[in-house]
């Protein structure tokens, strides 16, 4: 299965991806992507709405906690996703949300 | 000879496990043993019932659940789902006890935290319990079309977001076990009211009574199964003829199920042998001195202590405050539930434990104003009559 992990950390400046989680997952082969990503404040969001296309800065959603960073990665099940999850230090005082990726196939 | 019926509460759930475990699929594994049941209700009338049912109702549904995998050409991983029913062998039809019981896993599943409380009883109920959508619906009190929908979404999540059917490892065991307890308790707790609804307790203790079954060393889940043995032994005297509701120290003991009492009682006495003390058991135990015929009042109050340490709640607090009142006098006890009065103020039976102790100490202006309060705040109408019943019942009418 594969998994999105957003990672919402309380402050900006906390670290949201934590290397060495990512290396060990990389290893089992569970790893597929992981991202930080740059502060709120370089967010931009796009609506199209008729034959406008609206740009306005800042992030599509304002929230106390920040999305941070971002992995994807392929696992057993949601146990393993909720174990790699919890293992995040952003877990501990912002949240990590996880979202299964759509699978097709035959 | 067995019926169809009889057969059904046991094995409904024991082969759905045992597919859903087999295909990670709980929609299909649901639908092929529905359809393995309406084989047998054709069936077993004309040409008997097999010599052993379960063994026949899972081979039945393992067939059906082949031929719907065939037909359907949207299923994703077909020929990979197929062979994982073909390395299954089909159980020996004359051993019972090679059926494997998979329903632990299923628990598991049904149970997960990542779904939501209600779809978790839903899912459990709809499952394990073989309880139709209707039968559910009706005991929770919602629309037939709210439950199956509930049902559709909590099986969709169970599918699309990868929760595993199967036991977790010894490191998750301890979490994930609380949450299956929760799940049973309040499933217990919805039946019991009030108003009661037997069917919801049966289950309730059927289930819990399988989970002790299948983790014999697990001392909270002994624990629970005996509390709700015992809770449940006094059914018949919870209530009177009138459906109103009687007061433990008020019940017909020649009502209570005498069996159900001895039957927890061993239950716990296996829990507390495993020497980890935890909340279902100390409840269990304040139960079982409640079935006493002279219960020791100071042991109860000793052991709310106990539960306030383990569980540590208002609520408990409360429960704390009434046996210490019980134990020590109601002064005592009013002290305690004063000290609660701001957190629990929205909540009707710390005002119903005041009016009481109120009343015993001979203040009934008091008493008045704490069962209007209770009156104004419960939620059911059997509560509602018996503190109107109380108030009532004061000297100045309240």
């Known amino acids: 299965m594969r998994y999105l992990l957003l990672v919402y950390a309380a402050a900006e400046e906390a670290a949201a991806l934590d290397t060495r989680l990512a290396l060990e997952l990389a290893e089992r082969g569970g790893l597929l992507a992981a991202h930080e990503l740059e502060p709120v404040t370089t967010a931009t969001s796009v609506r199209v709405r008729g034959a406008a296309t609206l740009v306005a800065d800042g992030p599509f ?25 919890a293992r995040l230090p952003a877990a501990r005082d912002g949240v990590v949300e996880i979202r299964p990726v759509v699978r097709r196939e035959g | 000879m067995s019926s169809v019926a009889t057969v059904f509460r046991e094995e409904f759930g024991r082969s759905v496990a045992v597919l859903a475990r087999t295909l990670g699929d709980l929609d299909l594994a649901e639908d092929a043993v529905q359809d393995a049941f309406a084989t047998a209700v054709e069936r077993w009338p004309r040409d008997g019932a097999p010599a052993n049912p379960g063994a026949w109702i899972l081979a039945t549904a393992r067939n059906r659940a082949i031929d719907r995998i065939r037909r359907d050409r949207t299923l994703a991983g077909k020929r990979e789902l197929l062979a994982r029913l073909e390395r299954e062998a089909p159980p020996a ?37 073989g309880l139709t959508t ?43 076990l609380r949450a299956v307890h929760a799940t ?19 289950e309730a203790i059927r289930l819990t009574r399988l989970l002790a079954v299948l983790l014999p060393d697990e001392p909270e889940t002994l624990g629970l199964a005996a509390l709700t043995l015992l809770h449940d032994a006094r059914r018949a005297a919870r209530l009177d003829a009138h459906g109103d509701l009687v007061l433990l120290e008020d019940q017909d003991r020649s009502l209570w199920d005498e069996a159900r009492i001895a039957e927890g009682r061993r239950l716990l006495d296996r829990a507390l042998a495993l020497c980890r003390p935890g909340p279902y058991q100390v409840q269990a135990a304040i139960a079982s001195l409640h079935s006493d015929p ?45 000290a609660l009065a701001e957190e629990l103020d929205g909540y009707h039976l710390l005002h119903a434990a005041r009016a009481d102790l109120l ?31 109380r108030l009532h019942e004061l000297p100045n009418g309240g």
């Open chain 1, 61 to 85: 959603a304002e929230t106390c906690e920040r999305l941070g960073g971002v992995y994807v990665v392929d696992l057993e099940s949601l146990d393993e996703a909720i174990a790699v999850a």
């Open chain 2, 93 to 129: 039809p004359a051993d019972d006890d090679a059926l494997p019981d998979e329903r632990l896993a299923l628990v598991f599943a049904c149970c997960h935290p990542a779904l939501a409380v209600d779809a978790q009883v839903a899912l459990t109920l709809r499952l394990l319990g």
């Open chain 2, 294 to 338: 002279e219960p020791d009042r100071r042991r109860i109050a000793a052991l709310y202590d106990r539960l306030a340490e383990l569980a540590p709640s208002p609520v408990v607090e409360l429960n704390r405050a009434v046996a210490v009142a019980l134990a020590e006098g109601p002064s005592t006890g009013l002290a305690l539930l004063d």
């Open chain 2, 184 to 202: 049973l308790y309040l499933v217990f707790n919805q039946g019991y009211g009030p108003p009661p609804r037997d069917e919801l307790c049966d």
């Open chain 2, 359 to 389: 009343r015993r100490l001979d203040r009934p202006g008091e008493a008045g104003e704490a069962y209007r309060r209770a009156l104004a705040l419960a939620p059911s109408e059997p509560e509602r009559r018996f503190l109107a019943g």
């Open chain 2, 134 to 176: 209707e039968e559910v619906a009706r005991a929770f009190l919602v629309p037939e079309a709210t439950m199956a929908q509930r049902l559709v979404r909590a099986k969709k999540k169970v599918r699309a977001a990868g929760i595993p059917i199967r036991v977790p490892p010894p490191e998750a065991l301890p979490d994930r």
